[in-house]
């Protein structure tokens, strides 16, 4: 596309401002916009070539393997169409079990992590001493390994040595110890309470960031007009803080269904069925010598978290655009 | 072609390129999968022992000791290395089978018993060792679990009773002087220990790989035969039938005598109340008694199965299990050296200082045990006992289905409510 320069004040263009420099002359046999030195379209070939190598050719292959019987180690196979993805729709109770424990999961954890970690930045946003020093230290789990995390709760879980039991107990509480990990009906939430600690202070340092950027001139105008705290929140900083959010979420949900290593730490290889979730479950297909089987729940739990993840991008934009 | 770069290329033209580019990923991607075609290669029974190998095991606490069994072994040999190459077991039992396929580890090697040397096998990665002169060293009816076809791949090395250990001096102040000889008998035993101020067991049944060696004990007599659950598998017996709900059934009835919230209870904290003499008994197996002497346990251990039958019902008085198969490596290109290596430790004064030093029986025949933990376990060596049945399952999602079911029953689950969900989920792995 050329663009001609339009003389000032004339023809449809607003008048320039006077500082303005006026706009080059067209240079003489310059290309059109769409065509470029075919030397620069090489440019991108090593980066694609690796796209292709370590992406697109193993997500592929995802999508052939869900359609064999391959065990993952054998040269002979069979074809099976679509027959994984149908017996994991129908028939299998340990999938189902894990993507509701991974929904239970995620639930909790997207949840419970923004709202800390949004409560945390709203009230460590002020570049003070003390405030640096407390992000510091709520920012501290995320630098630990997710194996030494789990080693740690897994002694406070501890139903005879934890700390947990060990503190209600002193206290005189000794109605609400419990098994914890060891209970099927809560497991999978404890395992949820200690990934929101692990990163709790990771999403508050994205808040952080987003709430520094919010102008004050927007939040005295509001005070102005008499907007209380809650009204300030609500219609200056929450629709400013969208972007920051979504990020949040859509991080912690996949995040959450990746939740793999702390589960194998918490639960052990293979988890209980209280505490399997679908990357563990896929794992356990492959342990399982069910390369094929596992592919096509691999596919599943792609959809999974695209589903999801486009969900909350569409529930964040509408709550906040309301907010507006 | 040539005009078009001539003349610059449009968009158009890269995206046709991309396409291509596309396709042909995708045509890549379409390769079938799998490369390896069963081997029938057999172990050089001769060849040049030197050069580098590698040595590929779960067993980190056992570093120490193959560090110093290797020293020696290369001691032997001019320019011989070998490097251990340690996997932590949850590890080794998932990826073991592809990291050895590549050569990349494992000149020699090992395998656990059950689905991994199952698989191994079919994936062609064990040198046939039959026709290896030392293959002879082993007591025969212990290294069943490295044969297939009718070929000797591996030969278990390790003997594990994967049955409860219990404090001796607890048993004494307790007042037990005899072995229980039915179920009311072992209950009776268990309300002793209570009686005496003692947790009687301390079961790890927030950990299942643990937790499940119960099992063994559990079903041996219940069902007295080597194959309950390979048959399970096959479909020939149902976790619904009468001798699994019953071994559920039982469960329950030990639920008092477990420590307080025993299905959350992990390992470590399971060995440590063993350790400090607060419980009689670890239900887990006598590959922990190194674990418990570290922990500062003085106290002298020994064996027990809980009896689930009639006095006169009894077969079996406990359960072993022959395990930490080692072999050859059919894709090294050191096989000389790797079978030099497995060679030297199937020697009996070999086996001796692997067995000392980590504190497990051997299938190697004709070792002398030094260690006072071996010798007051060898008696077991001579008693009726079956080889652990849950590794007969070669589904491991089934086998933690069935295992589930005892932790959850433990837990308060009704127990044919517990068989049957355990049922559903076998049906489900059998189609």
């Given at each position: 596309m050329n663009t001609t320069p339009t003389k000032p004040g004339t023809g449809h263009s607003p008048p320039q401002p006077p500082a303005a420099a006026p706009h080059p002359p067209p240079r003489r046999g310059r290309r059109s916009s769409?065509?470029?030195?075919?030397?620069?379209?090489?440019?991108p070939v090593p980066a694609l070539v690796l796209y292709a190598i370590f992406f697109a050719v193993p997500t592929f292959q995802a999508f052939q393997y869900a359609m064999t019987n391959w065990d993952g180690f054998s040269a002979a196979y069979d074809n099976v169409g679509l027959r994984n993805f149908e017996r994991i729709a129908t028939s299998d109770d340990l999938f189902r079990n894990a993507l509701t424990n991974n929904l239970k999961f995620v639930l909790v954890v997207v949840v419970f992590q923004t709202l800390f970690a949004l409560i945390l930045a709203i009230l460590l946003t002020v570049n003070t001493r003390g405030s640096v020093m407390l992000r510091a230290l709520f920012f501290f789990?995320?630098?630990?390994?997710s194996v030494s995390v789990a080693f740690i709760w897994k002694f406070m879980y501890d139903p005879n040595f934890g700390l947990i039991n060990s503190v209600l107990e002193t206290v005189g509480l000794d109605g609400l110890t419990g098994a914890f990990l060891g209970n099927p009906n809560q497991a999978i939430y404890w395992v949820a309470v200690t990934q929101v600690w692990f990163h709790a202070g990771q999403m508050m340092v994205i808040f952080i960031a987003g709430l520094q950027q919010v102008p004050k001139e927007m939040y005295e105008a509001a005070e102005v007009d008499g907007a209380s705290r809650w009204g300030r929140f609500r219609h200056v900083t929450w629709p400013m803080i969208a972007p920051a959010t979504a990020i949040v979420m859509a991080y912690t949900t996949i995040q959450s269904f990746k939740a793999f290593d702390l589960i194998l730490g918490l639960g052990g290889n293979p988890p209980k069925q209280s505490m399997d979730i679908l990357s563990t479950r896929i794992y356990a297909g492959f342990t399982n010598s069910e390369f094929g089987y596992a592919a096509a729940e691999s596919i599943y739990f792609m959809v999974v978290i695209a589903l999801i993840t486009w969900a909350q991008r569409r529930i964040v934009r509408l709550t906040q655009a309301g907010a507006q | 072609m040539t005009k078009a770069f001539s003349q610059g290329m449009h968009r158009r033209d890269l995206l046709r390129l991309l396409g291509i580019a596309g396709l042909g990923s995708l045509g890549v991607s379409c390769a079938g999968p799998g490369s390896t075609t069963n081997s029938d290669d057999a172990a050089p029974e001769e060849g040049d022992v030197s050069g580098a190998i590698s040595f590929a095991h779960w067993r980190a606490e056992d570093s120490d000791v193959f560090d110093e069994i290797i020293s020696d072994f290369a001691a032997e040999h001019d320019d011989v290395s070998v490097r251990q190459d340690i996997s932590p077991s949850n590890d080794y039992q998932s990826t073991a089978l592809q990291r050895v396929r590549s050569a990349a580890i494992g000149d020699a090697f090992t395998a656990f018993r059950g689905a991994q040397f199952v698989d191994m096998a079919s994936a062609g990665l064990f040198a046939d060792?039959?026709?290896?002169?030392?293959?002879?060293?082993?007591q025969a009816d212990l290294i069943t679990a490295g044969q297939s076809d009718g070929r000797q791949?591996?030969?278990?090395y390790q003997l594990v009773f994967n049955m409860p250990v219990f404090n001796v001096d607890a048993f004494e102040d307790a007042g037990i002087s005899e072995p229980p000889a039915d179920w009311d008998g072992f209950l009776d035993l268990l309300d002793k220990l209570a009686s005496a101020g003692y947790t009687p067991m301390a079961w790890p049944g927030g950990e299942p790989g643990n937790a499940g060696q119960l099992i063994n004990s559990m079903v041996m007599n219940n069902a007295?035969?080597?194959?309950m659950f390979t048959g399970m598998e096959q479909g020939e017996f149902d976790a619904t039938d009468d001798w699994f709900v019953t071994t559920l059934k039982q469960y329950a009835e030990l639920r008092p005598f477990f420590q307080n919230n025993a299905s959350g209870t992990a390992v470590e904290p399971a060995q440590q109340m063993f350790a400090e003499g607060e419980a009689a008994i670890l239900a887990t197996g006598s590959y922990h008694i190194a674990a418990i002497r570290d922990l500062g346990a003085e106290f002298p251990m020994d064996l027990i199965s809980p009896i689930t039958v009639g006095a006169d019902e009894v077969q079996f008085r406990g359960v072993h299990n022959a395990t930490f198969i080692l072999g050859v490596n059919t894709a090294s290109d050191n096989q000389a050296t790797a079978t030099a290596f497995v060679e030297y430790l199937s020697r009996p004064e070999v086996a001796a200082v692997y067995a000392d030093g980590t504190g497990q029986h051997v299938t190697v025949e004709g070792v002398e045990y030094t260690s006072p933990d071996l010798q007051a376990l060898a008696h077991w060596l001579d008693q009726p006992t079956i080889l652990a049945p849950r590794f007969q399952f070669n589904d491991l999602d089934m086998r933690s289905a069935i295992e589930d079911a005892a932790i959850q029953v433990v837990g308060g689950k009704d127990p044919e409510q517990a068989a049957a969900d355990a049922q559903r989920i076998v049906e489900q792995r059998r189609a």
């Open positions: 769409s065509t470029v030195s075919p030397l620069l379209y090489l440019f789990p995320t630098i630990l390994s | 060792l039959s026709e290896q002169p030392f293959a002879q060293n082993y791949l591996g030969f278990p007295p035969s080597e194959d």
